[in-house]
């Protein structure tokens, strides 16, 4: 295949040019330390989940007025606690990890749904108004049990 000389020139060009692009955004995210968004940096040893607090003893906890913290693992194929009971009005702040694989942790008829990546703590707060029975779903293919993974959260 025969070139011409300025389409070389020109193929040059767009190869340097992307390769000044691919260093530029590399160096770019090494130096500033970007990772995934989240509110809160949290790591954690995913092997040592149970050891570690506050998942060595998963539950809500009442830390005001209708306020609750709610400490939850997911593994294949639950969520540690399984379900529980909040007053209408409650805001839950969530604090979920994996003590296995990547989950998912989505709760049906509101905006919350967050990845639960192995090694990362994610947090996300919401304000329960409305009475009913919450589901909470797995929507990360995690295994055989996938579509079993699932509980509820009871609001009076
Ligand atoms: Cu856990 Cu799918």
Same mark, same amino acid.
Request: glycine share 8%; hydrophobic share 40%.
């Given at each position: ?6 389409? $070389? *020139?020109?193929? /040059?060009?767009?190869?340097? *040019?992307? +390769? ?7 160096? *770019? +995210? ?15 040893? @995913?092997? $040592?989940?149970?050891?570690?607090? @506050?998942?060595? $003893? ?5 830390? =005001?007025?209708?306020?609750?913290? +709610?400490?939850?693992? /997911? !593994? +294949? %194929?639950? !969520?540690?606690? /399984?379900? !529980? ?8 702040? %969530? ?13 049906? =008829? ?19 108004? $409305? ?9 990360? !293919?995690?295994?055989? =049990? ?11």
């Amino acid at each position: 295949m025969h070139l011409h000389r300025l389409e $070389k *020139m020109w193929l /040059a060009i767009g190869i340097s *040019m992307l +390769a000044v692009f691919l260093i530029v955004l590399g160096t *770019m +995210a090494f130096s500033m330390g970007i990772q995934p968004p989240s509110e809160h940096h949290h790591t954690i040893d @995913p092997a $040592k989940v149970t050891e570690t607090a @506050p998942f060595d $003893k998963p539950g809500f906890q009442l830390i =005001g007025d209708r306020h609750y913290e +709610a400490a939850m693992v /997911a !593994y +294949a %194929f639950g !969520y540690d606690p /399984a379900t !529980y009971e909040v007053e209408a009005g409650s805001t839950v702040d %969530f604090t979920v990890t994996s003590s296995d694989v990547v989950h998912g942790f989505s709760i049906v =008829g509101t905006n919350v749904n967050m990845m639960i990546v192995p090694g990362e703590i994610s947090h996300i707060s919401h304000t329960f108004d $409305k009475p009913g029975t919450y589901l909470i779903l797995c929507n990360e !293919y995690c295994g055989t =049990g996938h579509e079993y993974m699932k509980t509820t959260l009871v609001v009076k």
